[in-house]
């Protein structure tokens, strides 16, 4: 932001100007995001379960459609890479969620 | 030399006053918190459901594998209890639970109606950004049209939603009991979709909120199409909560 602009700038009332990016991106993200589910769908019925090694198949496969949905549809890949810290960041700490309760979970079925 | 100096001090400067430093507004900012929020919320329950499911056996596989589009006989549950495939002491296998279609009574159809839901939500969200593009460009009659498709794909999915919970609780599943496994089966589902479909039902009041105002040119009056984005943000956060409900509760 220029140093003239700043006695306009009033955090309660300020929005950026943007401009559109074209709709190609759209598209392409809509064929990335449907192959992934189709590609879900066939693992399902084709591939054995190789010991949970589907199951994060599936996982791996969720998180890379959430990628895009992020990064693509909610415009997160063309925002200050400060704001998308502080939203991704502390999301992370729900991993150790995921540990601690699967851990405990597995608890219950053993004792 | 001046235009050096006013670099360095914009460049030290972000956190100083005077400029927005994430560069976004005050309306988005929030609206990424409260989505972040959410995001804890639905962890929980999915992290939840995780430990739950982690509590009980794996379904076992099937001796006799059930192909797709195979005759669905009325007994079909009675005869997976007695083969032992749905029973309180292990989790169901969700192909054997979801395998109803809308209109094709009697055809064993695993996962297709799912599949067919998340596609109508990933369309939702794609004429959702086109509405947003559209605003950027300040088109007033394609917002319109994209934020009245976007409306229709959320109603789709609300009401396949109503379609899958009546197949559900006619075969008996309750938030107590249910035919397929352990309780903990149904009362999760019930609970994690009920959650996620009450979002899709609040997004879509909202998006017609926005498709009022669009229409009646508040947004052009205003300058800018922000609120659309906005409300965009929230509707694909429910499309990407559905990608994990999808995979942790019909694939794995």
Redesign the interface.
């Known amino acids: ?1 220029h ?1 003239d602009n ?1 006695s306009e ?1 009033i ?13 190609k991106e ?1 598209w392409r ?2 064929i990335i ?2 192959i992934l ?1 189709v590609v ?2 066939v693992l ?2 084709t591939m054995p ?1 190789w010991g949970g090694f589907r ?1 994060f198949t ?2 791996a ?2 998180i890379v ?2 990628y895009y ?2 990064a ?4 997160m890949k063309h ?2 890479i ?2 998308a810290a ?2 991704i960041v ?2 992370l700490l ?1 991993l150790g ?2 540990a601690g ?2 851990y ?3 608890f ?2 053993t004792s | 030399m001046s235009t050096d100096t ?1 670099a360095t ?2 460049e030290t400067k972000t956190w100083s006053g ?9 309306g988005k ?1 929030m609206m ?2 409260f ?2 929020s959410d ?2 919320t639905f ?2 329950l999915l ?2 459901y ?8 794996a379904p076992e ?1 099937l001796v006799e594998k059930i192909a ?1 589009m195979s005759h669905l006989s009325d007994d079909f549950i009675e005869q997976m209890q007695e083969i032992g495939a749905f029973s309180e002491k292990h989790w169901p296998s969700p ?1 054997l639970v979801f395998n109803h279609f809308p209109f094709l009574h009697g055809v064993h159809l ?2 297709m109606f799912v ?1 067919l839901m ?2 109508i939500l ?2 939702s ?2 004429t ?3 509405a947003v ?1 559209a605003g ?2 300040m088109d007033k009659k394609k917002v319109g049209i994209y934020m009245f498709y976007t409306i229709l794909g959320g109603l789709a999915f609300l009401g396949c939603q109503a379609w899958e919970w009546t197949q559900f609780i006619t075969e008996g599943a309750t938030l107590e009991h249910n035919p397929f496994g352990p309780a903990h089966f149904a009362a999760l589902f019930f609970m994690v979709t009920g959650f996620h479909g009450f979002h899709v039902f609040s997004g879509v009041v909202f998006n017609i909120m926005i498709y009022v105002n669009a229409r009646r040119g508040m947004y052009e009056k205003r300058g ?1 199409y ?1 609120m659309v ?1 906005k409300v ?2 929230y509707w ?2 429910v ?2 909560v559905w ?2 409900v ?2 942790f509760f019909y ?2």
């Open positions: 932001m140093s700043k700038y955090p309660e009332t300020y929005i950026p100007h943007v401009e559109s990016n074209g709709t759209i993200t809509l995001l449907s589910t879900d769908i399902y019925f379960p199951n599936f996982i496969l969720g459609k959430a949905i992020v693509s549809f909610m415009h925002e200050k400060d704001l502080c939203i502390p999301f729900v969620l995921v309760l699967l405990e979970g597995n219950w079925l | 006013s001090v914009t005077g400029r927005s430093p994430f560069n976004v507004s005050y900012l990424w918190i989505l972040l995001a804890f962890s929980s992290i939840g995780g430990a739950v499911r982690f509590s009980y056996p596989a797709p192909e695993p996962l599949s998340t596609f990933i369309f969200s794609v959702m950004v086109l593009e950027h460009r800018h922000e984005e965009g943000l694909h956060f499309d990407l990608v994990f999808f995979t694939l794995i």
